[in-house]
């Protein structure tokens, strides 16, 4: 039968296959440094008040205690423990990305660090389930990117990364290749609407949505696909496949199936994954480099400051002009406020602060940018998930001062260095854990191949 060699057939099956010794060193290198991100921001996301909403509501919720909140120690029902900590990885905006896919940390490394505690997997286990959440996830995501026009009206990030959480569930509950089919076919059919035109991207529809990208339910719904499927409850075994596919489910209007399988086992994306110097928005990035370029060549008091431009593509335009955010949620999505963040002394690697929302200077220099649509930058975006900006800040006494970057600190082009990703970790995780506890995270993780019981690194 065609549908034998189907999208869905093909991915389910190179999933249940594929061993740890399978993975080239580099992609578990890769996976390692990708965990460790994931659960510094976890545990960071605890101290904003979004989080710590969630945390309580899920607490008074109770239950059987089955898996861990990595920020407080508690244990929740699994699928609960799950909804918290995807829910927390994502909060801070801090988390690693892909291009223009979104933030597939979020929906396959809680998840997985989740059902492999409940089920004592091992650290080997555990990398390769996140290796292949990485891969399932991103290349659905790829396959299934909508055109321009449709992209502006329609996007979902959780609904296409809710395959993550179900392969890496999967994964780790050993399922067979049918099983695996019918756990992505449960996982599709939990999949969150594509929703965030409707998070309050535009700033007439402000503040912006406190559910983010609805991770912590896309990562849940992944889990319980994968849990159902093991106790033999049926899901759809060709979803991902043809005119009717997830690509439609999911709100696209195109889908290139290629890309689903294209190199399987060859090549893993995983590799080209982006971590964030910032915590904020990925969109903002190149801004944030650009002004900061600027700063390190020339000393512009912010008095002296009478205008700011910034040029980029469609999103920033139109979705990051907010001058005068109204909480940390709507900063990490405001360009004037992370620029005058950078000019005032503040820049977003340090973190975003309530009290700098009402910072009078902070508020002046914001309230000089204005974002310009930059025809050329808009189009390597779409055409290659190229997150280009121009910065241009002009002063009073008629001097002009400009910076262009394209590929921002932290992806593949301008990577991170391991030092840079261990300082990001212990900023997020020491303030909550304590410097001994963070350590010890750190050492377990970089050895995380020797773990005999992923219940033990949680216990850290």
């Known amino acids: 039968m065609i549908r034998d060699h189907s999208p869905t057939t093909i991915l389910c099956e190179y999933v249940v296959r594929t061993r740890y010794e399978d993975i080239p060193k580099e992609a578990i290198a890769m996976a390692k440094a990708c965990i460790l991100d994931s659960i510094g921001c976890t545990v ?55 291009g223009s896919v979104g ?7 809680p998840p997985a660090l989740a059902v492999g505690e409940w089920r004592r997997a091992n650290g080997m286990e555990l990398l390769t389930s996140v290796v292949l959440g990485y891969e399932t996830s991103l290349r659905v995501g790829l396959a299934i990117q909508a055109t321009p026009e449709r992209y502006k ?12 959480a179900g392969t ?35 700033v007439e529809e402000r503040p912006f949505a406190w559910s983010k990208n609805n991770y912590g339910w896309a990562s849940m719904g992944g889990v319980l696909g994968a849990l ?31 890309k689903m399988t294209a190199g399987l086992g060859e090549i893993y994306l995983i590799l080209n994954n982006s971590f964030k110097p910032y915590s904020s928005c990925r969109w903002t990035h190149s801004t944030i480099d650009a002004c900061l370029k600027i700063l390190e060549k020339h000393a512009i008091p912010p008095s002296s400051i009478a205008s700011i431009t910034v040029k980029g593509m469609y999103e920033m335009a139109k979705s ?43 508020r002046s220099v914001a309230g000089k940018v204005k974002i310009e649509l930059d025809p050329e930058i ?47 970790f212990f900023s997020l995780t020491v303030p909550v854990w304590g410097k001994g506890k963070a350590e010890k995270m750190l050492e377990t993780v970089n050895d995380l191949e020797k773990v005999k019981d992923v219940g033990l690194l949680i216990a850290n």
């Not at 996301?45 to 205690?65: H, K, Q, T």
């Not at 933030?103 to 490394?109: E, F, L, N, R, Y």
């Not at 329609?154 to 395959?163: A, D, S």
């Not at 949620?329 to 602060?353: E, K, M, N, R, W």
């Open 44 to 98: 960071g996301g605890s101290n904003l008040e979004p989080g710590r909403i969630i945390i309580d509501f899920y607490r008074a919720m109770g239950g059987v205690p089955e898996a861990t909140v990595m920020a407080t120690g508690e244990k929740l029902p699994l699928v609960n423990a799950v909804y918290v900590n995807a829910f927390l990885a994502n909060v801070l905006d801090f988390d690693d990305t892909y």
């Open 228 to 258: 159902l499927t093991e106790k033999g409850f049926i899901g759809n075994r060709f979803v991902l496949d043809g005119e009717r596919g997830f690509w439609a489910m999911a709100g696209s209007d195109r889908c290139d199936f290629g």
């Open 168 to 202: 890496a569930a999967g994964k780790l509950l050993k399922l067979d290749r049918l099983q695996m089919r019918n756990a992505i076919g449960l996982a599709c059919a939990n999949a969150p609407v594509p929703y965030c035109r409707k998070l309050g991207l535009e």
């Open 153 to 164: 009206q329609v996007l979902g990030l959780g609904t296409y990364q809710i395959i993550g």
């Open 320 to 362: 990051l002009a907010q001058n005068h955010p109204e909480n940390i949620i709507d900063a990490q999505f405001s360009i004037p406020h992370v620029v005058s963040l950078c000019i005032t002394g503040h820049p977003p690697s340090q973190g975003l602060v309530e009290a700098h929302l009402k910072d009078d200077i902070v």
């Open 378 to 424: 808009d189009r390597l975006y779409f055409e290659k998930g190229i997150m280009g900006s121009t910065v241009i800040i002009r002063t009073e006494n008629g001097g002009q001062f400009e910076e262009s970057v394209y590929s921002p600190k932290g992806s593949p082009q301008s990577p991170m260095s391991t030092e840079e990703q261990e300082k990001k």
């Open 103 to 109: 933030h597939p940390g979020a929906t396959v490394i």
